[in-house]
């Protein structure tokens, strides 16, 4: 082969060389665009998925706001009505019991206090009463002190709760005397022990054993 023909093939050769080369390079760059683009795509995909995801969250979040809106308003309304509701029983409760004597008010006062049994509040003070009533604190303090039989509001509330006591005993035989005096408004098993001592002469638990016998009378004893 002429000197000629081997420059020719050396240039062919370098020729192929050079285009495998470059070949290989186009496609590296190839494959690593297609995966730039891959990832881009997954990428954008999951922006999407994401947007879509805060999408329906805001949707479902509207929801229970508008839910919680409606909500309030209910309540809200329902406040409302039972403060109007409220202020015209104390209305009607006033001008009943503004020209009432004493007696004829106690006996109102006892009969509200047995369909409401406001006294099973454990907290219940002359203030809380007399809002419930409808009444001034002066009249209520006023009606207990001048009261023959009471000689206080607490006297009076421990003897409603004593007696709603005898007839928890009488119907709930499985309660235990503390669930018993806790539902009539005492603070305390010693408390109810001690008033129902001093208004029956026995305990709450002696009540219960002698009631079979009829040996106990449901009439307090007479303050002195």
């Known amino acids: 082969m002429t000197g000629p023909q081997q420059l020719i093939l050396a240039i062919i050769i370098a020729f192929v060389i050079a285009f495998i080369i470059t070949m290989v390079v186009l496609n590296s760059h190839v494959k690593k665009m297609l995966s730039s683009n891959s990832r881009l795509v997954d990428n954008q995909n999951a922006l999407l998925e994401q947007n879509k995801r805060q999408e329906r969250d805001k949707t479902e979040l509207k929801k229970r706001i508008n839910a919680l809106e409606e909500a309030l308003k209910c309540q809200a309304g329902g406040e409302v009505a039972q403060l109007r509701e409220q202020t015209r029983e104390y209305r009607e409760n006033i001008e009943l019991t503004a020209d009432m004597s004493d007696d004829d008010l106690m006996t109102w006062i006892d ?36 009261n023959p039989k009471y000689g206080s509001l607490g006297d009076y509330l421990n003897e409603k709760r004593v007696l ?45 054993q002698g009631m079979e016998t009829s040996a106990y009378q449901e009439t307090p004893q007479t303050s002195d």
């Open 111 to 146: 009969q509200k206090m047995d369909e409401t049994r406001l006294y099973t509040d454990n907290n219940l003070t002359l203030k809380t009463m007399a809002n419930a009533l409808g009444l001034t604190q002066r009249r209520l303090g006023s009606l207990f002190k001048n």
């Open 164 to 208: 709603l006591a005898c007839k928890l005993l009488r119907e709930k035989p499985n309660w235990t005397i503390e669930a018993i005096g806790t539902e009539a408004g005492f603070g305390s098993r010693r408390t109810f022990q001690m008033e129902m001592k001093h208004r029956f002469g026995i305990t709450p638990l002696q009540y219960r």
